[in-house]
């Protein structure tokens, strides 16, 4: 977590991977917003207005351990850190209770941590066996990059999505607590319940997704296991009465009209959909797991495919069922199936492995020699994307103290200011906390929020050189300030005729090199 995210106290830089760039121009607003700006009831920093589409709790707990001392890469990448070890602590204990063999628990963690995709095949093909261990990209693009492997089995997943790891790690240590339920005391069942039901009334605005999974799972184990219906049924009321509270605080998240939950069969091989083209589609993206899942749950405990079920029936769904309108955002019910059900192939090759060692010297080492080749098989890919984020290219983003912009707008705008922007990544007015009118597409286009109306009026703003229907749009949209710079270099912004802006009014900020103006409305409109 830190190497991909840290912070140069010497140059009061915020360091940060290329791997967790694109989805850190989204989590960074939304994170300042809260600790150095005014954010409450919350709105997208980077689409303000309007009540927000996108679940913010994560973010929000960040920004409050910011707010309150910490670091940002402290508050970041402590919660990271510790959602992670829930999860791979629940993989560990999941397989050590319910097979009953530490050795399973351990390999399962293994193969979480290098995913068993037969992307290494592809990867190998262009590059030497030598370059795994000075790579600075992933295995695969895919699908972008053309690769029949989906870029969303790797570590790169949780490295980027912190809140998803947080999320999967609270629903990680439920599952752990159930299998282990008849061992706690009551007291501890008692206080469990508590943690958890707090923990879990957090999911609908910490991560919807994991939210989904959690009542399927919690579902399943109520239906299934009698003994633990009162613990959550108990674990259940107190969840929904804090979902309650925090919606009457004001933390609500406006439904995405676009996203309408559809059957939409295949995944990404909807438009090829046959039995032949799925089976190959996860041959490819889960490799010798799509063998190793099947023979481990045949041979599997009763209890530990109960436990487990909940993998499958939230794989089917993700499978079956579009909830956005990009069906790669699906992706997540997936992750949650490859944590789990890699703990039935741990148990078939250590069943496999075992059988073998009542053998004859010949049919041990034959037994051997194909559980290791299995074992690279599965783990191979995965060697190489951790590599691919080991090595990554490290970049920055100047703070308030080495960003004149952000120092200026934070000590001179009050805390609730609305910017007009004139670039989208890392704005300066993002990095002192204050909201900006339209942020990078697909992070503002994902979520569901009209990127066309605003990028429109964006243009209309900057260009029209007409005070009124610059003065109007302002009003309109709750504009208090607006950035000048030259874009004529790029192109996802309205070229800004810089000229015009300087000749026809006075700058309240200038930065330094004359690179970046700033304007406040009472500058543009008089008043």
Request: with cysteine; proline share 5%.
């Amino acid at each position: 977590m830190f190497h991909t995210f840290n912070y140069d106290y010497a140059a009061h830089k915020i360091t940060m991977s290329f791997k967790v760039w694109g989805d850190f121009g989204l989590a960074i607003p939304l994170i300042r917003s809260f600790s150095l700006g005014e954010n409450w009831p919350p709105q997208y920093p980077l689409y303000p207005g309007e009540p927000i589409k996108y679940h913010f709790l994560f973010f929000y707990l960040v920004g409050m351990l910011e707010k309150w001392g910490l670091p940002i890469h402290w508050a970041l990448n402590i919660p990271s850190a510790t959602g992670f070890f829930a999860i791979l602590f629940g993989i560990y204990s999941l397989g050590k209770k319910l097979f009953n063999d530490k050795r399973v628990g351990a390999l399962a963690v293994v193969f979480f941590l290098l995913n068993g995709s037969l992307s290494f095949i592809e990867w190998l093909s262009k590059n030497p066996f030598s370059k795994i261990f000075s790579t600075i990209e992933y295995s695969t693009a895919g699908p972008w990059d053309g690769n029949r492997v989906i870029s969303f089995w790797h570590m790169g997943v949780y490295i980027n999505q912190r809140h998803f790891c947080f999320a999967l790690g609270i629903l990680l240590s439920l599952m752990v607590l159930c299998t282990y339920y008849e061992t706690l005391s009551r007291r501890f069942k008692t206080i469990s319940a508590i943690v958890m039901g707090l923990l879990i009334g957090t999911l609908l605005t910490l991560h919807e997704p994991v939210c989904l999974m959690t009542a399927i799972t919690m579902t399943i184990y109520f239906l299934f296991f009698r003994q633990l219906r009162l613990y959550l049924f108990c674990i259940g009321v107190l969840s929904l009465s804090v979902m309650a509270l925090i919606y009457a605080l004001g933390g609500r998240i406006q439904p995405n009209l676009n996203n309408i939950v559809q059957w939409y069969p295949g995944f990404t091989v909807h438009d090829q959909l046959s039995f032949f083209n799925v089976i190959k589609f996860w041959w490819f993206n889960i490799g010798f797991h799509l063998i190793l899942i099947p023979i481990g749950f045949y041979f599997a405990p009763k209890k530990a495919k109960i436990f487990l079920s909940p993998a499958f029936v939230i794989f089917a769904l993700g499978f079956l069922v579009s909830f956005n309108t990009d069906i790669l955002t699906n992706h997540k019910f997936f992750n949650f199936f490859l944590i789990l059900a890699p703990l039935f192939s741990a148990f078939a090759l250590f069943k496999f492995s075992d059988w073998f060692l009542d053998k004859n010297i010949s049919l041990k080492i034959l037994g051997y020699s194909a559980f290791t080749l299995i074992l690279i098989c599965t783990t191979l890919s995965g060697v190489i994307d951790f590599f691919g984020m080991k090595n990554s290219l490290i970049t920055d983003v100047p703070d308030i103290v080495a960003n004149p912009a952000a120092s200026w707008i934070y000590t001179h705008t009050p805390p609730q200011a609305v910017f007009l922007n004139s670039s989208l990544f890392f704005h300066p007015a993002s990095i002192a906390g204050r909201k900006i009118f339209e942020g990078p597409h697909y992070v503002t286009g994902g979520p569901g929020y009209d990127i066309y109306k605003r990028f429109g009026e964006m243009t209309q703003m900057y260009q029209s050189k007409d005070p009124k229907i610059i003065c109007d749009l302002m009003k309109r949209n709750n504009l208090t300030y607006m950035t000048v710079q030259d874009t004529t270099k790029d192109e996802y912004m309205p070229k800004i005729p810089v000229d015009y802006f300087k000749n026809n009014f006075k700058a309240d900020f200038i930065s330094p090199d004359n690179s970046i103006f700033i304007y406040s409305v009472g500058q543009l409109c008089g008043t």
